[in-house]
Every structure is written in structure tokens, then in C-alpha cells.
């Protein structure tokens, strides 16, 4: 089945910076890349998501880029903010199964 | 926040006690599933539904069974709960099937 690596597990941040997130998978019929973000006790949302036949997807401080050939896709947030931090997951779907990195709790230092 | 709720949303248990947690929507969705979360793990697929008594597994569904026998609802059992089997449970649905997933609020449980 899909395999999704997701790195770094942790990443603090200063407010303003940017912050990136990468995941790699290992299913090549994988078509669907979405990312959702998990606040401290919340519920996981989805803030961005791209498909196979778009390489990029910009959403106003958040964006996500995808290289089908390596097999990775990255999150990229820029002007980072207080608000921002929180949990992000990247997740990959092939067939039926949406599978899950492992996370990457983002920390942004005021 | 899409109409889902969960329950119950906290339930501490022994080990070999049979548990069930529920799922409502009033989205009126086709797809149904049920998600854990473990630290490090991120969120893995147990059981998933794409209609009234259609079901099928997951990555993780040993020890998992479940139940649609309407749309709104989705039920999760542990037949025999086991300490592994401790963790934050949720509940998604989505209106297609590579699409936005909507969670719930989820549902802690403990295992003794």
C-alpha cells in the first residue's frame, strides 16, 4: 500500500519567516496530495489540496508544490504568524485509501 | 463546521470489554469513515463507507468492525478493547470520494 514520509516532525519558526514541510510517497498511481491542519485539541481541517495535473497551488499565504517524478510534494507558508502554529498532515490517496504522513507540529515564535 | 457529532467523547474502559462509538451526520454525504490518531502516526484509515451497508477496510481494521445501516450514521466497535486499541478516534465524511474531508470532533478512549 501507499507509504507517506512526512519531515520535519517538528519545526519552530520566528513570526514572519517562512516555513516549509515536506512529504514523499511511494505510490506512483497517487493523484490526490491534500493538507490539513490540526489545532492544539481541535479537529483536523483541510487548508489545501492539489491534484496529479497541477503542479502548483497558491491560496493567499499558503502554497503547495508537486513533483510526480520524485514523488514529493512540499507545503510552504509564508509570513508566518502566532495563528499558523499548530499540527500540519499531508496526505496522499491512491485507489480508495487517503493515507497520512505522520505530521509535523509547527511552532511560530512571536 | 459540517454537521457531524460524535459519541461518546470520552470513555475509559478494561481490556476485553466490548465498546462502540457513533457517528451522525446531517450532511446527507455518501462516504463515511473512521480514522485514528496515535502520536507519530498521523491519521490511519480503519473503515470507511460509500453507502448503506457498504463497507470496507482500511490499514488498520484488525480487531475493528463496523455498521451503516443508514446514511447518517456510522458505528465503530471493538468487539474485545485491548490496550493498543487506546487512542483519539475520528469520524469523516466527504461528499465525493477525492474530496474535502470533514471531520468530527473526536472520540478519546482509554484502554486499562
Known amino acids: 500500500g501507499e507509504n507517506v514520509e512526512q519531515h520535519p516532525s517538528t519545526l519552530s519558526v520566528q513570526e514572519g519567516d517562512s516555513a516549509v514541510i515536506k512529504c514523499t510517497y511511494s505510490d506512483s498511481a497517487s493523484n490526490y496530495f491534500p493538507w490539513y491542519k490540526q489545532e492544539l485539541g481541535k479537529r483536523p481541517q483541510l487548508i489545501i489540496d492539489?491534484?496529479?495535473?497541477?503542479g502548483e497551488k497558491k491560496d493567499q499565504r499558503i502554497a503547495v508544490t508537486l513533483n510526480k517524478t520524485a514523488k514529493h510534494f512540499s507545503l510552504h507558508i509564508t509570513e508566518t504568524q502566532p495563528e499558523d502554529s499548530a499540527v500540519y498532515f499531508c496526505a496522499a490517496k491512491a485507489g480508495n485509501m487517503l493515507t497520512f504522513g505522520g505530521g509535523t507540529r509547527l511552532m511560530v515564535k512571536p | 463546521d459540517a454537521g457531524i457529532t460524535q459519541s461518546p467523547r470520552h470513555k475509559v474502559t478494561e481490556t476485553g470489554t466490548p465498546v462502540t462509538l457513533r457517528c451522525h451526520q446531517t450532511e446527507n454525504h455518501r462516504y463515511m469513515y473512521w480514522y485514528r490518531q496515535d502520536p507519530g502516526h498521523g491519521l490511519r484509515l480503519i473503515h470507511y463507507s460509500y453507502g448503506v451497508k457498504d463497507t470496507d477496510k482500511g490499514e488498520v481494521s484488525d480487531g475493528y468492525s463496523v455498521s451503516r445501516s443508514k446514511t447518517e450514521d456510522f458505528l465503530l466497535t471493538l468487539e474485545s478493547a485491548t490496550s493498543s486499541q487506546t487512542s483519539v478516534y475520528f469520524c469523516?465524511?466527504?461528499?465525493?470520494?477525492?474530496?474535502?474531508?470533514?471531520f468530527g470532533e473526536g472520540s478519546r478512549l482509554t484502554v486499562l
Open positions: 469523516a465524511i466527504s461528499e465525493a470520494f477525492t474530496g474535502e474531508l470533514f
Open positions: 492539489i491534484r496529479s495535473n497541477v
